[in-house]
């Protein structure tokens, strides 16, 4: 398994897909929204989330669901700062913001990787604050804020188009002084995808791997699984076995006991190329 550097030692000890547990402390997430807005609650379910066996808790502020409007910094700051501090220092935590301040604080109060939806084109300020940083980044493919983000769904080749974007913020990062080797990048399912652009990118994840980097995939519960008219969370853990199947570094996920329950047996049937 391709670990970004920087990470905890034992999660890099780890020869499996890692399981990053989504903790949305927002109002209206896709799936979560206004579960998590106070704090006690909030640590209750990360809490939850450790123990059903998770290796990473993202922790996020800002609902990126389509449609949605953006906050302001300070409200941003005021939604994840305390429960970063709040948590155990042994827990290792990503930031999921697309705001540079708010990336610099959160690691000041204990978060190690920053997860950036945006990829550094939401704020110029960025890759500097990364850079900064010095912890792992998740670059995820980005063409938008949520209110426009439909209306860039449009490519020539998705997989292709989206390893080329993202092949781009990858060189610009390390331009602006990232340690490559710490960068994990990822397709952006639902962002500025239709439905078949995101059965494209996961058919074809493999393709992804051509940029030499840690992949993570986050699938869980969004509306192209939903539209299936199944149990959104089965059709999660589906997908999260045919991502491990095929090596991804990490899946982000709602239901975290699920993923790990399928990796876990994933794990004992082995490599089947051996
Ligand atoms: N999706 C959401 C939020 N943050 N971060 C990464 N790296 N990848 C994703 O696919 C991703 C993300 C939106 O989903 P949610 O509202 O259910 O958390």
């Not at 999260?240 to 095929?246: I, P």
């Amino acid at each position: 398994m391709l670990h970004p550097l920087g990470l905890p030692e034992h999660l890099k000890s780890l020869d499996r897909t890692l399981v990053m547990g989504v903790l949305n402390v927002t109002p209206d997430s896709f799936s979560d929204g206004g579960k998590y807005l106070d704090v006690p609650s909030a640590i209750a379910h990360a809490q939850q989330l450790i123990t059903d066996g998770a290796d990473i808790i993202d922790i996020g502020g800002e609902s990126t669901r389509p449609g949605a409007d953006r906050i302001t910094t300070e409200e941003e700051l005021a939604r994840v700062i305390p429960v970063i501090k709040a948590l155990d220092k042994s827990t290792v935590i990503s930031i999921d913001t697309m705001r540079s301040e708010v990336a610099l604080a959160a690691v000041d109060a204990g978060a190690t990787i920053i997860n950036d939806v945006s990829g550094g084109m939401a704020d110029l300020d960025m890759f500097e604050a990364v850079a900064k940083s010095d912890v792992p980044y998740i670059c995820m493919h980005w063409r938008g804020h949520s209110q426009e983000m439909y209306a860039k769904a449009d490519y020539l080749n998705v997989v292709e188009d989206v390893i080329e974007e993202l092949a781009a913020r990858v060189e610009l990062a390390v331009f602006a002084g990232i340690d490559r080797r710490k960068i994990v990048v990822d397709p952006g399912l639902g962002f500025a995808k239709l439905p078949e652009h995101n059965w494209a990118l996961l058919s074809s994840i493999l393709d992804l791997s051509r940029l030499g980097l840690p992949v993570l995939v986050g699938a869980s519960r969004k509306r192209f699984l939903k539209d299936l008219g199944v149990d959104p969370d089965m059709a999660t853990h589906a997908v999260t076995a045919y991502l491990a199947a095929n090596k991804v570094w990490a899946v982000r996920v709602h239901d975290v006991a699920g993923s790990v329950s399928v990796i876990r047996a994933l794990d004992e049937v082995g490599d089947i190329s051996e």
